[in-house]
Each structure stands twice: as structure tokens, then as C-alpha cells.
């Protein structure tokens, strides 16, 4: 199994930045690609951010240029760097890790982005 816990998360204004973490258990953290995911209420679940085992990111439409997804694998700690808030931003963030067509998953953290 694979151990995936996040934190970070918590009530902010409008233009403001949190950074999110993900910490990862097990011993293979280097060679899975990871990734950031979001769900609001009433909707469907969706892809933040990703990064793979040498680096390369792809962000959504709706955060690029705002949003930075980086990992740290002497840590094992993935992070999510969020500025430049957004109302529309306010969801449940989830850790993904990805190996062999295997998704696992964290419980979430809540972000509230209000004034």
C-alpha cells in the first residue's frame, strides 16, 4: 500500500496563497507520478496539477500561472504552491499517486476561499 496524507488546507480571502502538501509512505515515492485533484460540491472530480518521475508538469486551464506543482523526493512530499486565490477554487484537494496503472489516494484537504 501506499500512504498518502495532505495538509495544508484551511480558509483564505480572495488573492491570497496557501501551499499544500502531500506526505507519502512506502519507498517508491521516486518513481511514481503524482498529482493534484480537487472536487467542489456537486461536482465531478478533477485533475489540478500533475508531475511525473523526471519533472515534467501539466496544469488545468484554469490554474496555469497561478498554481505550482513540485516534489520533493528525499522528502517524499509532494506540494501544491496556490496563489492568487480564487472563490471558484474552494474544494476538497486530494493526493494522487500513480504506478502501474494504480491510482492511490489521500483523504483530502478543504481549501475555503472567501472574504
Known amino acids: 500500500q501506499v500512504q498518502l496524507v495532505e495538509s495544508g488546507g484551511g480558509l483564505v480571502q480572495p488573492g491570497g496563497s496557501l501551499r499544500l502538501s502531500c506526505a507519502a509512505g512506502?519507498?517508491?515515492?521516486?518513481?511514481?507520478?503524482m498529482g493534484w485533484y480537487r472536487q467542489a460540491p456537486g461536482n465531478q472530480r478533477e485533475l489540478v496539477a500533475d508531475?511525473?518521475?523526471?519533472?515534467?508538469?501539466n496544469y488545468a486551464d484554469s490554474v496555469k500561472g497561478r498554481f505550482t506543482i513540485s516534489r520533493d523526493n528525499a522528502k517524499k512530499t509532494l506540494y501544491l504552491q496556490m496563489n492568487s486565490l480564487k472563490p471558484e477554487d474552494t474544494a476538497v484537494y486530494y493526493c494522487?499517486?500513480?504506478?502501474?496503472?494504480?491510482?492511490?489516494w489521500g483523504k483530502g484537504t478543504l481549501v475555503t476561499v472567501s472574504s
Open positions: 494522487n499517486a500513480r504506478l502501474t496503472g494504480k491510482d492511490f
Open positions: 512506502g519507498s517508491i515515492f521516486s518513481i511514481m507520478n
Open positions: 508531475i511525473n518521475i523526471v519533472g515534467s508538469t
